[in-house]
């Protein structure tokens, strides 16, 4: 079964430090999403991204956050500037269409310290 | 703005069992409503979804019913089964928008 992979599953960083997270989104989907989940709450949207633009971000997503698909493959968040509240699992996602069930990567837990 | 309620937040049920996990929608356009697994420290998984057009679907163990009047829909698990323990997320999304609304999450124990 296609997975979409996420790099790394760890990653501590400093307040103040930029990070990248990494996707890879199944080959054959066309709409990427960035979703967090701060530690036992629910898992809230970031961004969505389709046809290499951002197609709809939350007011979460400001202007530290932003995204990228550098090649055919890869899908990157940055934080530019991390705070202690950015510390969360962040899960990319990929679909086929708008509205079908997404496929979650295995996440990325971030903590800030 | 947007809101998905879920209810309730924890369950605990005995083994063969049936469990329901109910969510309540804030916008009447919503049309799509999946439903994810999450084990702990797992990635969510789709079990199982529904659009607006149908009132109910099944698969096997699991069905989902949508109420598009009363913007409720739920999730009903028969013969519960240890392996079925984990938190469920329902969600909400409408054409026009790519975004899911994620509900708080409920924490089902099946007790062996």
């Known amino acids: 079964e296609p997975e979409v992979t996420q790099t790394p599953s760890h990653q501590v960083t400093q307040m103040g430090q930029e990070v990248i997270l990494r996707c890879v989104p199944i080959?054959?989907?066309?709409?990427f999403y960035w979703y967090r989940q701060i530690l036992g709450q629910k898992v809230e949207f970031l961004v969505s991204f389709y046809n290499n633009e951002i197609s709809e971000k939350s007011e979460i997503f400001d202007d530290q956050f932003s995204v990228e698909r550098p090649d055919g493959s890869n899908f990157t968040l940055k934080i530019r500037s991390t705070k202690l509240e950015d510390s969360a699992m962040y899960f990319c996602a990929s679909s086929g269409g708008a509205l079908y069930g997404y496929t979650f990567g295995s996440g990325t837990r971030l903590t800030v310290v | 703005g947007e809101n998905v309620e879920q209810h309730p937040s924890t369950l605990s049920v005995q083994e063969g069992d049936s469990a329901v996990i109910k969510c309540t929608y804030s916008d009447s356009a919503s049309n799509y409503f999946p439903w994810y697994k999450q084990e702990l420290g797992k990635r969510p998984q789709l079990i199982i979804d529904i659009r607006s057009n149908v009132g109910e679907k099944k698969d096997q163990r699991i069905a989902v019913t949508l109420n598009k009047t009363a913007k409720h829909f739920s999730l009903h698990i028969t013969e519960t089964q240890p392996e079925d323990s984990a938190v469920y997320f329902c969600a909400a999304s409408k054409a026009g928008t790519y975004k899911y609304i994620f509900g708080t999450g409920t924490r089902l124990k099946v007790l062996a």
């Open positions: 080959s054959n989907h066309l709409y």
